[in-house]
């Protein structure tokens, strides 16, 4: 090839790149900028991704559930037309609703976090329940139980005698009754209370031997045992229901007033139960069934109850001399019938401290201050 065909080519080709160079200067921002857009695109898309993600766990978290329960008094009977009461932390007013006919109550779309039932029924103590319900939780409580509200009557006296404050305290006393209707008069809420007198611990013995409540209670035991035939040396018919009346009868008043009042008397012991109401439920049921053995005297101070032990034997030898021959059995017969006396005072003690205490509508504290 000749020397001009040469430069002729060279210059050919250095022709065709000049003209194509601005194509290529143009077309490189397009490459460098294609990476760039793909990378901001996909960090967008992560972007909403992660705000679509939060926003479904908000969402989640905050998600309304619900509270719902039963209502029963304390024998198991749904209570109809009670009022529920729900209140928020932080909230002194609430929402209320009423249980139906089964005693059930429900509250829907609520907010999770902690909160508080109110329960109350005309008659019955008012209960509170305190929960924390979750996010989109279907919460449901324990059976919720109302007992019979207890009237508490505090009664501040100053400037009394001690006499005078006994009086004032057995007047209470005997407003006592077991689901308002038994008399309860030989317990005393009142951990301090004054020392009686003999006068009134004859008073209360009368008071107990004579309430028509205890003369018809005589009368339901003599049908029962002329029903089961016992003492059956008195025969049936109503000559051996007046027999069995006028013996039960013996019996309870005998026990009244020996154990609760002359004893007591002589030997300067107060014949009340002193109800405990605190510490341990072994402790209580310890405190209780000694309460046969063990009581206050009037002196304040815990002693050997010698009243309600002497009492229960002289009273079952008494029950002796008028039973029919065939039901007592000498010696024997005295001394069972008094352990069984003081077993049957060992176990009201229990029935007391656990079970009468919750019952008495007119169960008076009393806070006294004596000068």
Same mark, same amino acid.
């Given at each position: 090839?000749?020397?001009?065909?040469?430069?002729?080519?060279?210059?050919?080709?250095?022709?065709?790149?000049?003209?194509?160079?601005?194509?290529?200067?143009?077309?490189?921002?397009?490459?460098?900028? *294609?990476?760039?857009?793909? %990378?901001?695109?996909?960090?967008?898309?992560?972007?909403?991704?992660?705000?679509?993600?939060?926003?479904? *766990?908000?969402? $989640?978290?905050? *998600?309304?559930? #619900?509270?719902?329960?039963?209502?029963?008094?304390? #024998?198991?009977?749904?209570?109809?037309?009670?009022?529920?009461?729900?209140?928020?932390?932080?909230?002194?007013?609430?929402?209320?609703?009423?249980?139906?006919?089964?005693?059930?109550?429900?509250?829907?779309?609520?907010?999770?976090?902690?909160?508080?039932?109110?329960?109350?029924?005309?008659?019955?103590?008012?209960?509170?329940?305190?929960?924390?319900?979750?996010?989109?939780?279907?919460?449901? %409580?324990?059976?919720?139980?109302?007992?019979?509200?207890?009237?508490?009557?505090?009664?501040?006296?100053?400037?009394?005698?001690?006499?005078?404050?006994?009086?004032?305290?057995?007047?209470?006393?005997?407003?006592?009754?077991?689901?308002?209707?038994?008399?309860?008069?030989?317990? #005393?809420?009142?951990?301090?209370? =004054?020392?009686?007198?003999?006068?009134?611990?004859?008073?209360? =013995?009368?008071?107990?031997?004579?309430?028509?409540? %205890?003369?018809?209670?005589?009368?339901?035991? =003599?049908?029962?045992?002329?029903?089961?035939?016992?003492?059956?040396? /008195?025969?049936?018919?109503?000559?051996?229901?007046?027999?069995?009346?006028?013996?039960?009868?013996?019996?309870?008043?005998?026990?009244?007033?020996?154990?609760?009042?002359?004893?007591?008397?002589?030997?300067?012991?107060?014949?009340?139960?002193?109800?405990?109401?605190?510490?341990?439920?072994?402790?209580?049921?310890?405190?209780?069934? $000694?309460?046969?053995?063990?009581?206050?005297?009037?002196?304040?101070?815990?002693?050997?109850?010698?009243?309600?032990?002497?009492?229960?034997?002289?009273?079952?030898?008494? *029950?002796?001399? /008028?039973?029919? $021959?065939?039901?007592?059995?000498?010696?024997?017969?005295?001394? #069972?019938?008094?352990?069984?006396?003081?077993?049957?005072?060992?176990?009201?003690?229990?029935?007391?401290?656990?079970?009468?205490?919750?019952?008495?509508?007119?169960?008076?504290?009393?806070? =006294?201050?004596?000068?």
């Amino acid at each position: 090839m000749s020397v001009s065909a040469k430069e002729s080519l060279i210059l050919g080709l250095g022709k065709l790149v000049w003209l194509n160079l601005p194509a290529l200067l143009c077309s490189f921002p397009a490459w460098s900028q *294609q990476p760039i857009y793909q %990378t901001a695109k996909s960090v967008l898309a992560d972007s909403q991704k992660t705000h679509a993600s939060a926003a479904r *766990q908000q969402h $989640a978290e905050h *998600q309304a559930g #619900s509270i719902s329960g039963k209502v029963v008094d304390q #024998s198991g009977v749904d209570i109809a037309g009670a009022v529920v009461k729900l209140t928020r932390e932080g909230q002194s007013s609430g929402l209320e609703v009423t249980t139906d006919e089964d005693g059930l109550f429900a509250f829907t779309n609520v907010a999770p976090g902690s909160f508080q039932l109110t329960i109350s029924s005309p008659d019955l103590a008012s209960q509170e329940f305190d929960g924390t319900v979750e996010s989109g939780e279907a919460y449901v %409580t324990p059976v919720i139980m109302l007992v019979i509200s207890t009237q508490v009557t505090e009664v501040h006296v100053e400037g009394l005698t001690p006499e005078e404050l006994a009086d004032v305290q057995i007047k209470e006393e005997e407003k006592q009754r077991v689901f308002g209707v038994i008399p309860n008069f030989y317990v #005393s809420y009142e951990p301090n209370a =004054a020392p009686l007198t003999a006068k009134h611990k004859f008073a209360l =013995a009368w008071k107990s031997a004579s309430d028509p409540v %205890t003369l018809v209670g005589v009368g339901v035991l =003599a049908g029962i045992g002329q029903a089961a035939d016992r003492w059956g040396g /008195y025969g049936q018919g109503a000559q051996g229901y007046a027999k069995r009346y006028g013996a039960s009868y013996a019996n309870v008043f005998a026990a009244t007033f020996i154990g609760g009042a002359v004893m007591p008397s002589v030997l300067k012991q107060d014949p009340r139960y002193f109800y405990k109401g605190s510490g341990s439920k072994r402790s209580r049921i310890l405190y209780a069934v $000694a309460s046969s053995v063990k009581c206050k005297g009037d002196n304040g101070h815990w002693q050997p109850n010698y009243s309600n032990i002497i009492g229960s034997f002289a009273g079952a030898g008494l *029950q002796a001399l /008028y039973l029919p $021959a065939n039901d007592r059995r000498g010696s024997g017969f005295v001394v #069972s019938s008094a352990l069984i006396r003081l077993g049957e005072t060992s176990l009201a003690g229990v029935l007391q401290e656990f079970v009468f205490s919750k019952v008495a509508p007119n169960r008076p504290r009393r806070s =006294a201050s004596q000068h």
